[in-house]
C-alpha cells in the first residue's frame, strides 16, 4: 500500500552540515550513507516523500543519493535546493524527483500544511489543521499547543515521516 511521508533539511554532501546541527558523523559520506540507510528503512518504491527544502547540496551528490533512495521524492525548493532542482529539471521523471517552488503547501484532504518555515498561520487553522515545518532550529521543535510538527530529519532519526503517524500525534489526547 502506498504511503505518504514528509522530511526535511537532509543536507545529502554538505560538510558543514555536520557542524551546523551537531550531527554525531566523522565525514560527509558516513552522513550521507546512514541517511540513505534510514530513509530506505521505512520508504517503500512507490511511495510519496515530500522534502520541506534543503535537500542536497550539490548536483553530483542529489543525483547519486536519488538513485539509491526509495519512493518518489517532491522537494520544495528550499534556500540550498539549486542543485536538487538542476538535477530535477534533466532527469526529474526518469528518477522519481520533482522539485516545486510552493513555499507552503496546504493538503486539504489530510488537513496538513507542510512549509520550510515556521508560519503564524496557515489554511485552516482554527479548525484543526496541523502546520508541518522543515526548519532545524530548537524553538521551532513539535508542539501539540502550537499545533505543529517539525519533521526535520534530525529530529526523526534521518528517517521520513508516515504522514499517518503524524494526524496520530494529534488524535492522542494524552499529548494535547
Not at 540550498?80 to 510552493?102: C, P
Not at 513555499?103 to 498561520?121: A, M
Request: proline content about 3%; aromatic content about 12%.
Amino acid at each position: 500500500m502506498k504511503k505518504m511521508f514528509i522530511t526535511s533539511n537532509q543536507q545529502f554532501g554538505r560538510h558543514n552540515a555536520i557542524q551546523e546541527f551537531q550531527r554525531d558523523f566523522i565525514s560527509v559520506e558516513s552522513m550521507d550513507e546512514y541517511m540513505i540507510e534510514q530513509w530506505n528503512s521505512v520508504v517503500q518504491p512507490d511511495d510519496m516523500v515530500y522534502v520541506a527544502g534543503n535537500f542536497a547540496w550539490d548536483p553530483e551528490t542529489a543525483e547519486e543519493v536519488v538513485k539509491r533512495l526509495n519512493g518518489n521524492i517532491v522537494v520544495m525548493a528550499g534556500v540550498w535546493d539549486h542543485a536538487t532542482r538542476e538535477i530535477a529539471d534533466r532527469y526529474g521523471e526518469e528518477l522519481g524527483l520533482a522539485v516545486t517552488n510552493e513555499g507552503v503547501k496546504y493538503l486539504k484532504s489530510l488537513n496538513i500544511c507542510v512549509s520550510y518555515w515556521p508560519l503564524q498561520d496557515w489554511p485552516n487553522k482554527d479548525n484543526g489543521a496541523i502546520s508541518i515545518v522543515g526548519i532545524h532550529k530548537d524553538e521551532f521543535k513539535t508542539s501539540h499547543r502550537d499545533c505543529r510538527i517539525n519533521v526535520s530529519a534530525d529530529y526523526w532519526d534521518f528517517k521520513p515521516v508516515n504522514v499517518v503517524d503524524i494526524i496520530n500525534l494529534f488524535k492522542d489526547p494524552d499529548l494535547k
